[in-house]
């Protein structure tokens, strides 16, 4: 298998133009908006950008794409209004993505703002359960969950709470496209040792989520200590897990098939270096 890597981009000027991009700073997988991070409506989509990219795509070994939630939308929110908001989005993210098929869609599983961590689950699986249901068919998308830091009220803090959403959706839809992308940065905020031992956590990984369902990777370092719960992404090498501890990560018999995509505070020189590190770190196989 190539080595997959790419990173965050902008997808302001479109989906051709975002492989163009990923192509010059030696990217062959990106990930982008789906809409306003911030929410919003969504720009609608010119199919002859999108015929024009897939071609390009095909091309230049580009893919799986993989489109970010904005990430303000909560499915575990209190107020009817904000649940409505992300399932309504989200189901339109689902509709759009069948014109760039076999893509990932990643979303942020939500915070349950004071309402304990089980109701949270709750609202996040009936949610995935009403859009799928709603959906007419299966999606040519998988839709992961994100692991994340713990900041706040954040569900999806750790494996267990990844799972029960999975296991809880499962029960209605027995073949639901759901997978995980682990974030390096919010499971080290969120106390999983990646630096000391890697293997340990992937093992913990596979016991309560099975390694299946891992489907992508964000490369992340963090700006803080293991345990803090903060969230704050930093360049490759220049925080708190490290480069060789990244290294390791990207040449890890279990994870070195998958997807990798960089959302360190970078500007596409930034990307374009840390990609052509990450290559030069990668083992033969
Ligand atoms: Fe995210
Ligand atoms: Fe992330
Ligand atoms: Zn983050």
Redesign the pocket.
């Known amino acids: 298998m190539p080595f997959k890597i790419g990173c965050h981009l902008s997808s302001a000027g479109g989906y051709l133009a975002m492989g163009q991009t990923a192509a010059s700073i030696g990217a062959n997988v990106f990930q982008f908006f789906t809409r306003n991070p911030r929410g919003g409506a969504a720009k609608p989509i010119d199919k002859q950008d999108v015929k024009a990219f897939l071609a390009y795509a095909a091309e230049n070994g580009i893919g799986p794409i993989l489109a970010h939630a904005p990430y303000t939308l909560n499915a575990a929110g209190a107020e009817d209004r904000v649940r409505e908001f992300a399932e309504a989005t989200m189901a339109d993210d689902l509709k759009r993505l069948e014109l760039t098929p076999g893509a990932l869609y990643n979303f942020h599983p939500g915070s349950h703002v004071g309402q304990g961590a089980e109701k949270g689950i709750e609202l996040i699986s009936d949610m995935l359960v009403r859009i799928l249901e709603g959906f007419g068919g299966v999606p040519s998308t998988t839709i992961l969950l994100e692991t994340m830091s713990g900041k706040g009220s954040e569900v999806g803090r750790d494996f267990g709470e990844v799972r029960a959403i999975i296991d809880h959706v499962e029960t209605h839809i027995p073949d639901a496209p759901l997978g995980v992308c682990l974030?390096t940065?919010?499971v080290w905020d969120g106390g999983y040792d990646v630096v000391g031992d890697l293997d340990g956590v992937v093992a913990e990984f596979d016991r309560i989520v099975g390694l299946a369902r891992l489907k992508a990777i964000h490369l992340n370092d963090s700006m803080n200590a293991r345990s803090a719960h903060k969230?704050r992404?930093a360049c490759i090498g220049k925080g708190k897990i490290g480069l060789d501890a990244l290294a390791r990560v990207i040449n890890h018999p279990k994870l070195r098939d998958l997807p990798f995509y960089l959302?360190t505070p970078c500007d596409l020189d930034g990307y374009r270096a840390e990609i052509a590190l990450l290559k030069s770190l990668r083992n033969f196989e």
Do not use: F, L
Request: proline share 0%; hydrophobic share 0%.
């Open positions: 974030d940065c919010h969230d992404h959302e």
